[in-house]
C-alpha cells in the first residue's frame, strides 16, 4: 500500500492575515476560572464557510462571524449568549444549529443533563430554540439536521437514535439497534467484533461502525445504506468520491497517520504518514485536506503543502462552498489568530451543488473523538 509522505515536497505559498482582536463576551456562570482554561483550549474550535465566504469561528469562549475583503479580514458580528455552543452545525440552506446543555436536577433527583437544539440565521436574527427534555443521555456527540424535516441525536455508543420532527415538533426514539447490526453483519459479510464508532458523510443518516459501516434510518432505525471497511474506527469521508478516513494506529486520545479507505472495497489504498487533527472535503470529495497538506483524492497525490508561520498551528480548516479556496485557522500560545488562505487552482475546484456542500471534522483528544 503507497504511503503519502510530505517531507520532501515543495511548500505551496498561501497569503496569512491577521484576525482582528475582540472582546469576549463576559462570562455568566458560576465558574470564571474553568472558563478561562476552556478558553484557551484549541481542543473546542470550530471554523464554518458560509456560502457568501463569510466565516465563523467558535470556541467554549466565543462565537464570532467574520468577512473577508481587500484582502483583510474584519469582525461583522460577536453571538452574544451564544458563546458556550460545543457543537455548531450548518445546512444546506446556509443556517446555523447548535446544540446545548446543561446539567439540572429536580425533586432532589441525581444530575441529568438536558438537551437544547437551537438555530438562527448568520446575523443572529430569525431565531429558534427547541428544548429536547426527553434527552437524557450523558454524552450526545452526534447529530445531523435535514432542513425542514428531522433532526437526528445520538451517541457512539449503543444507545438509542432520537429524531425530532421540526413539521410536528415531536421526538422519538428507537432502540432498534441490536436488529441494526445484525443486519450490518449480512450486508458486509463480517463477524469480526470492532467498536462502535460513528462516521460523518455529512448525508441524512446516522452512520456507525462495528463490523461495518451502515447508515440507519433515524425514523425506523434500520439501515438502508453500508459500505465496506476492514480498519476499524472509520470517523468521517465521502459517499460521491468513495473514500473513508480511519487512524492506522495508535490511541483514539492523540493524532495519528491516516489510512484512506476505499468505501467498495474496504481497503485501505492509501496511507498518511504524519499525525493529524484537522480534516476537511470539499463539496463533493474531491480534494481533502489534513491539516495543511491537500490531497487530490481520485489521483491521491498532494497538490498543496502549506505552511503556517512560525510558532502556529491548525486549530480548524475549511473550504469555501465555491470550492475555490481552503481557510485555514491558526493560533499561536499567547492568543493571536490570523488566517491562511490558499487558493484552488480553477482545474481542482468543487463547487457545492443541492444537498453537497464542505464539510470537516476536527480530533477532540480530550475526549478521544472526532467532532
Known sequence: ??????????????????????????????DPEQFKIYSQSFEDWQMLLLPDDQLI?????????????ENKIKLLHNFQ?????????????????????VTSSA???????????????????????????????????????????????WSSNDSPVFNLSLKKGELTSKEGMVESREAAIRLVNSSKSRSLTSIKFNDNLVWRQDWGGYGLSAETG??????????????????????????????????NPIFIINLDSGLPYLKFDKPVSHVARTA?????????????M??????????????????????????????????????????????????LRDAALGKSYPDQANLDTSAGQWR
Open 298 to 347: 481520485k489521483s491521491g497525490t498532494i497538490i498543496a503543502q502549506l505552511v503556517p508561520d512560525t510558532g502556529y498551528t491548525v486549530a480548524a480548516s475549511a473550504f469555501s462552498w465555491k470550492g475555490d479556496k481552503l481557510w485555514v485557522y491558526l493560533k499561536n500560545n499567547d492568543g493571536v489568530e490570523k488566517v491562511m488562505i490558499w487558493d484552488v487552482p480553477e482545474s
Open 107 to 153: 425533586n432532589g433527583e441525581q444530575p441529568g443533563v438536558i438537551y437544547k437544539l437551537l438555530s438562527w440565521t448568520p446575523d443572529g436574527k430569525k431565531s429558534r430554540e427547541i428544548a429536547l427534555p426527553g434527552v437524557r443521555q450523558a454524552f450526545l456527540e452526534n447529530w445531523l439536521i435535514n432542513p425542514g424535516e428531522n433532526v437526528a441525536l
Open 1 to 30: 500500500m503507497p504511503e503519502i509522505a510530505i517531507t520532501g515536497n515543495p511548500t505551496t505559498p498561501a497569503p496569512v492575515f491577521d484576525v482582528p482582536v475582540s472582546k469576549i463576551p463576559e462570562f455568566s456562570g458560576n
Open 222 to 255: 434500520q439501515v438502508v445504506q453500508s459500505v465496506k471497511t476492514n480498519i476499524d474506527g472509520m470517523f468521517f469521508g465521502s459517499l460521491e468520491s468513495r473514500w473513508g478516513l480511519a487512524p492506522s494506529e495508535g490511541s483514539a486520545y492523540q493524532a
Open 284 to 296: 463533493h470529495g474531491r480534494l481533502l485536506a489534513l491539516d495543511t497538506t491537500v490531497l487530490e
Open 81 to 101: 449568549g451564544q458563546s458556550a455552543i460545543t457543537s455548531l452545525k450548518l445546512d444546506d440552506t446556509g443556517r446555523l444549529w447548535g446544540l446545548d446543555k
Open 57 to 69: 469561528v467558535s470556541t467554549f469562549a466565543k462565537m464570532q462571524l467574520f468577512d473577508f475583503k
